[in-house]
């Protein structure tokens, strides 16, 4: 069976075609019952509840925990490698495991936790190694990122329309950012130099960003788009 509007395979089942919402069986007409989708007695069965997974998760987080760091005591006499392993399961579960504890979580709240999260682990690392990278690179481009990403969950959470200036825009924001990260990568590892590779991500990424923003601004360039791309 088809849609009489716009042709698309409908099953036997279907009372409104779910692309264009057109009415597909004949409301003088019985709709037509089709073969169920599962064999009688064979249907899936019953799924494990949410919260005992979680919890048999977080317990697997605790048991790696616990080995990783009574090994490295007992073999290295002393946490080394055990430190990166416990901060990688804790970002882990922070950024994965976490957020399924709550029935509606926020990402307004969670990805800041998130990017937080990564920089507390890697200024571990920069202590754990003697470093001196985390506040002159890792600490500006994480926060960057974090607030770049959070900005933009945060618009489209908020404000229905527009979401090709909120896109369009972000990326020419991350465009701007990166004479930035070079120049914060020759401060820091001196080695490197300031070579100029940031023009290619620039160039890049503002031809993206601004195609976008001509799409938002052109309303017929953006139907035309929309209707040759399902967009």
């Given at each position: ?92 579960y922070v950024v994965i495991i976490l ?71 972000a990326i020419l924001a991350l465009a ?36 976008l923003l001509f799409l938002a601004i ?14």
């Open positions: 069976m088809y849609c009489v509007n716009c042709g698309v395979k409908l099953s036997d089942t279907e009372k409104r075609c779910p692309l264009c919402q057109t009415v597909v069986c004949h409301p003088d007409f019985p709709p037509r019952t089709a073969e169920p989708l599962y064999p009688e007695g064979l249907g899936p069965g019953p799924q494990l509840n949410s919260l005992m997974m979680q919890f048999i998760i977080t317990t697997a987080y605790l048991l790696a925990i616990s080995v990783s760091l009574v090994c490295d005591l007992q073999i290295g006499g002393g946490i080394t490698w055990a430190g990166y392993v416990i901060g990688g399961l804790l970002l882990s957020p399924l504890w709550f029935p509606k979580p926020n990402p307004v709240i969670f990805v800041p936790c998130d990017f937080a999260a990564a920089g507390l682990y890697l200024l571990y690392i920069n202590l754990a190694t003697g470093g001196r990278w985390f506040l002159s690179f890792a600490f500006p481009v994480t926060g960057f990122i974090g607030l770049l990403i959070t900005t933009v969950i945060v618009l489209r959470r908020y404000i229905s329309r527009g979401r090709l200036y909120v896109f369009g825009g701007a950012f990166m004479p930035v990260l070079e120049l914060l990568l020759s401060i820091t590892f001196p080695s490197v130099g300031f070579i100029g590779w940031y023009l290619y991500p620039l160039i890049a990424l503002g031809l993206l960003g601004g195609l052109c309303r017929p360039a953006r139907h035309s788009m929309a209707r040759k791309f399902f967009i």
